[in-house]
């Protein structure tokens, strides 16, 4: 099948053999996010990019990748105006709310959890959850998946590369199950999970006797034996469970 200009990324992450082709392509994208977000582009500087992450913000793991990526003066501009902004809602919030008075059952109900959040847990716990880059990973993301499911029906050549490739991570697996119930028909899916089955299982048994080889290394009587595949199965093992590359340096402003 001809490729076109949509689909190179994805056939590039798969073909690359990775663990997980969507930790892959999820890397390029929150890459991209952070060099558009403080690169040379001096996005910041632009009032539109501003309004938006000065609604958004961006989620603790973020700010901290920000702050690695570099780029002090970016990073002071773009948390300049969000506090701006911050601070407004702050001053609102706090001047809606009272404290009420709570019953013995409404106390009981929040020590075991069932109660309802204080408004102004809730209205932090949104600022938490709400990031800038979070969402142009994931709005990009969303398309790749669609991408993934019109290749897997339409490019034999595709399907058998994943079929016989190293599967996926369990959380992008997750996300693949929940997403082929939308885009593959009721005869499609029954071809599809047994296969996807399969190939998960295998990979996981092969990533086990990797971690296993490796580990019995340390065992002075393997010291001269061969590696085998174990010398980076530990970060591919954390990969395999939880997606993301362990090992990866900082990316930093080029």
Same mark, same amino acid.
């Given at each position: 099948?001809?490729?076109?200009?949509?689909?190179?990324?994805?056939?590039?992450?798969?073909?690359?053999?990775?663990?997980?082709?969507?930790?892959?392509?999820?890397?390029?994208?929150?890459?991209?996010?952070?060099?558009?977000?403080?690169?040379?582009?001096?996005?910041?500087?632009?009032?539109?990019?501003?309004?938006?992450?000065?609604?958004?913000?961006?989620?603790?793991?973020?700010?901290?990748?920000?702050?690695?990526?570099?780029?002090?003066?970016?990073?002071?501009?773009?948390?300049?105006?969000?506090?701006?902004?911050?601070?407004?809602?702050?001053?609102?919030?706090?001047?809606?709310?009272?404290?009420?008075?709570?019953?013995?059952?409404?106390?009981?109900?929040?020590?075991?959890?069932?109660?309802?959040?204080?408004?102004?847990?809730?209205?932090?716990?949104?600022?938490?959850?709400?990031?800038?880059?979070?969402?142009?990973?994931? &709005?990009?993301?969303? =398309?790749?998946?669609?991408?993934?499911?019109?290749? $897997?029906?339409? +490019? %034999?050549?595709? /399907?058998? !590369?994943?079929?016989?490739?190293?599967?996926?991570?369990?959380?992008?697996?997750?996300?693949?199950?929940?997403?082929?119930?939308?885009?593959?028909?009721?005869?499609?899916?029954?071809?599809?999970?047994?296969?996807?089955?399969?190939?998960?299982?295998?990979?996981?048994?092969?990533?086990?006797?990797?971690?296993?080889?490796?580990?019995?290394?340390?065992?002075?009587?393997?010291?001269?034996?061969?590696?085998?595949?174990?010398? &980076?199965?530990?970060? =591919?093992?954390?990969?395999?469970?939880?997606?993301? $590359?362990?090992? +990866? %340096?900082?990316? /930093?402003? !080029?």
């Amino acid at each position: 099948m001809k490729e076109k200009l949509y689909t190179i990324p994805l056939n590039d992450a798969v073909n690359v053999q990775d663990e997980c082709p969507f930790c892959f392509i999820e890397r390029k994208l929150e890459q991209d996010m952070l060099d558009f977000v403080l690169g040379s582009s001096s996005s910041y500087m632009e009032s539109d990019i501003r309004e938006q992450t000065d609604k958004a913000g961006f989620c603790r793991e973020h700010t901290k990748k920000m702050f690695d990526y570099g780029n002090t003066l970016g990073n002071s501009l773009i948390l300049k105006t969000h506090y701006q902004k911050l601070r407004k809602e702050m001053h609102e919030q706090f001047a809606s709310y009272t404290p009420g008075k709570t019953s013995l059952l409404g106390r009981l109900r929040r020590s075991t959890g069932d109660g309802d959040n204080n408004p102004i847990q809730s209205w932090t716990e949104s600022k938490d959850c709400s990031c800038y880059i979070c969402r142009g990973v994931q &709005d990009t993301f969303d =398309r790749y998946i669609e991408t993934f499911f019109y290749l $897997y029906r339409n +490019d %034999p050549a595709f /399907k058998e !590369k994943i079929n016989t490739g190293k599967g996926f991570c369990l959380h992008h697996f997750g996300i693949l199950c929940g997403s082929a119930d939308r885009y593959l028909n009721d005869k499609e899916r029954e071809v599809f999970y047994p296969a996807m089955f399969e190939l998960m299982e295998k990979n996981f048994e092969r990533i086990e006797e990797d971690i296993t080889w490796l580990i019995d290394k340390f065992d002075y009587r393997n010291k001269d034996a061969d590696w085998k595949n174990s010398k &980076d199965a530990l970060q =591919r093992g954390m990969q395999k469970l939880r997606g993301g $590359y362990p090992a +990866d %340096p900082v990316h /930093k402003a !080029k």
